[in-house]
């Protein structure tokens, strides 16, 4: 099993950055494709990013894709998403999210472990 503790998010004007953090438990981060997700309210939470086991394999849903860059440090056992270029429709609860089969995230599809989710706020 691997817990997930995300962290990074908060209130930012429309066109600004953040960086989002999410610090995995255990010795196997490194087994793991690694993503997140969002839910924004009265929403279904969909698909944002995913970065496969050794960083080297990136994904991104379209609505992202040349404003967000994921990323991850084997090392410190964390992955992060840079969010630049930020709109108001990026407001949501971003949740990390942990693939240990590698056969869903790179699909768009959720793996088995959550974090608890950090706000993010953008405002017009």
């Known amino acids: 099993q691997v817990q997930l503790v995300e962290s990074g998010g908060g209130l930012v004007q429309a066109g600004g950055s953040l960086r989002l953090s999410c610090v995995a438990s255990?010795?196997?981060?490194?087994?793991?494709?690694m993503g997140w997700f969002r839910q924004a309210p009265g929403k279904e939470r969909e698909f944002v990013a995913a970065?496969?086991?050794?960083?080297?394999?990136?994904y991104y849903a379209d609505s992202v894709k040349g404003r967000f860059t994921i990323s991850r440090d084997n090392a410190k056992n964390t992955v992060y998403l840079q969010m630049n270029s930020l709109k108001p429709e990026d407001t949501a609860t971003y949740y990390c999210?942990?693939?240990?089969?590698?056969?869903?995230?790179?699909?768009?599809?959720?793996?088995?472990?959550w974090g608890q989710g950090t706000q993010v706020t953008v405002s017009s």
């Open positions: 255990g010795r196997t981060f490194s087994s793991y494709t």
């Open positions: 999210n942990a693939d240990g089969t590698g056969l869903r995230l790179s699909f768009g599809r959720a793996g088995d472990y």
């Open positions: 970065v496969g086991r050794s960083g080297g394999s990136t």
